[in-house]
């Protein structure tokens, strides 16, 4: 009798899923910003905003939810003004501190 090999399924990842409280948001942004990197906070924000609802969130900030993508993807290069702007949407508020 020939053994049958045994096949593992994975489901794809995405942090959107697991940002369900206002805590868990605050906690991943945070994370990510202490990173001090742009693209990876930009990214951070466009997972929030998948997790928040993305036309929801095009209708808030007045852009397209292919705008929001790609400006929040991992290659955008989104200007300070739009990520203010889809901070402000999110209920998200930036601030500046010493470090």
Do not use: W
């Amino acid at each position: 009798m020939g053994k049958t090999k045994a096949t593992e399924k994975f489901s794809r990842y995405d942090t959107a899923d697991y940002l369900e409280t206002e805590a868990d948001i605050a906690a991943y942004l945070t994370a990510c910003a202490e990173e001090d990197d742009p693209a990876l906070l930009v990214a951070a924000l466009g997972d929030i905003a998948r997790a928040r609802n993305i036309t929801q969130l095009a209708e808030k900030t007045g852009m397209t939810r292919m705008g929001l993508y790609k400006a929040l993807s991992g290659q955008g290069n989104p200007s300070f003004a739009t990520v203010s702007k889809v901070a402000h949407a999110l209920g998200l508020r930036i601030a500046v501190v010493a470090s």
